[in-house]
């Protein structure tokens, strides 16, 4: 059962560590290149700022994004602004989507995601959560996914897994780390089972395309190529 009270402690306590470590950067390192390709800190940045607001709609009922247009533009407009302004963006936005999260609500309603996602409500607070803890790693400014808190890894990898299963442009894939944890995934017959093994947060880089998957092992077949988030 999703608990969304817990999940947004996990969302301020993901961005104090965020605004803490922007707040140390200036206007050189803002305007500098982020891991996503073609994508400088300020993208970054201005981004997770829009993605509060967005995730903000969503719990309100209204459109995440009043277009995919829109969306970018707003990114676009807003990357190349000095670090202060990045700054108190990110720490506003973030007030005003927590704010609207406090009140409230009918928690298990389903509501409506970019693209026509569909979700259950309780589970935005840890849509912003993978926002905060992903998008830090992007900006390249010493925080990686062996930072990342022990509990949002498992979660995480649970939760693309899930997004990949059925899919049948990935082979059916069995994961299994370290600890002996497992999930599945992939769309394709079970008699073309690969098997995925190595550590859970080399798992969860290559599920969310931030490793090649070099530091796994994979039996049964070659790592399988998976698609675009």
């Keep these: 059962m999703i608990d969304h009270a817990h999940d947004l402690g996990a969302v301020r306590g993901a961005t104090e560590r965020l605004l803490d470590a922007v707040g140390k950067l ?11 390709p073609g994508w400088s800190r300020g993208h970054v940045l201005a981004h997770l700022s829009r993605n509060a607001d967005a995730l903000g709609n969503v719990l309100r009922g209204l459109p ?3 277009s995919s247009e829109t969306r970018d533009a707003d990114i676009a407009d807003g990357a190349p602004r000095p670090a202060a302004e990045q700054l108190t963006d ?5 007030d005003g989507f927590l704010a609207v999260a406090a009140e409230p609500a009918d928690w298990p309603r389903t509501v409506t995601l970019r693209n026509g996602v569909t979700d259950s409500a309780a589970r935005v607070p840890f ?3 993978v926002e905060l803890e992903l998008h830090h790693v992007d900006l390249d400014i010493g925080y990686e996914l062996e930072d990342l808190p022990a509990e949002f890894v498992p979660r ?3 939760f693309l897994t899930d997004r990949f299963s059925g899919n049948q442009d990935v082979p059916a894939t069995a ?7 497992t999930w599945s995934t ?3 017959p ?3 089972l690969v098997t995925v093994q190595g550590p859970a947060v080399e798992l969860l880089g290559w599920l969310c395309g931030r490793r090649d998957g070099s530091a796994l092992t994979a039996a049964g077949g070659s790592l399988p190529v998976l698609p675009p988030l």
């Excluded at 994961?175 to 944890?181: K, P, Q, S």
């Design 127 to 129: 849509r912003r959560w």
């Design 26 to 36: 200036d206007n050189a390192s803002v305007a500098g290149a982020s891991r996503l």
């Design 175 to 181: 994961l299994t780390d370290r600890d002996g944890r």
């Design 156 to 158: 995480e990898i649970a």
């Design 64 to 66: 995440m994004y009043a």
């Design 90 to 94: 990110l720490r506003e936005s973030a």
């Design 190 to 192: 079970p008699s073309a």
């Design 186 to 188: 992939g769309g394709g």
